[in-house]
């Protein structure tokens, strides 16, 4: 009788233990529409892009992914390695923004890239490695990569 209840106490225990895994609270990658890279803001995803000139594009969905005219988004970009960082000037370009000078090259630069929507009071910041190699596990450049755990 004692044994039955410990099996069925581990029977129990064990999907609870699961549960609480660190990767279920990571929350589900979104491919990027343009193969960049998707970050989640308060009421909006914005997708970062290295354009094969590179410059960084930046295109504004809504909740659902659905394209939003980038217009009241105020995107400051600020890219370089950790010693040396230098702000590009980001411009409206038809459906999206974009940065007017380049991307440096190599794999320790950073993108910080402060949103702030024309509603919201305060801006949120997402920072990116610019890392371009590819993934190898999915169709996307690392900085984009969609795979879990990456
Ligand atoms: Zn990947």
Known sequence: MKIQVLILALFTLVPLLHAQEPHDQE?????????????????????FL????????????????????PGSYAVDLTTGTRAEMKNLPVVADANRLISEGTLPEGSENFAIIQVKPESADSSKTFRIRLNESSCGSCDFLEYA???EGH
Do not use: L, N
């Not at 094969?52 to 930046?58: G, I, L, N, V, Y």
């Open 145 to 147: 990569c969609i795979c």
């Open 27 to 47: 929350k589900e990658k979104i491919p990027g529409p343009h193969k960049g890279k998707v970050v989640e803001g308060s009421d909006y995803h914005m997708e």
């Open 50 to 69: 290295i354009m094969p000139d590179r410059k960084a594009a930046f295109y504004f969905y809504d909740d659902a992914m659905k394209p939003v005219a």
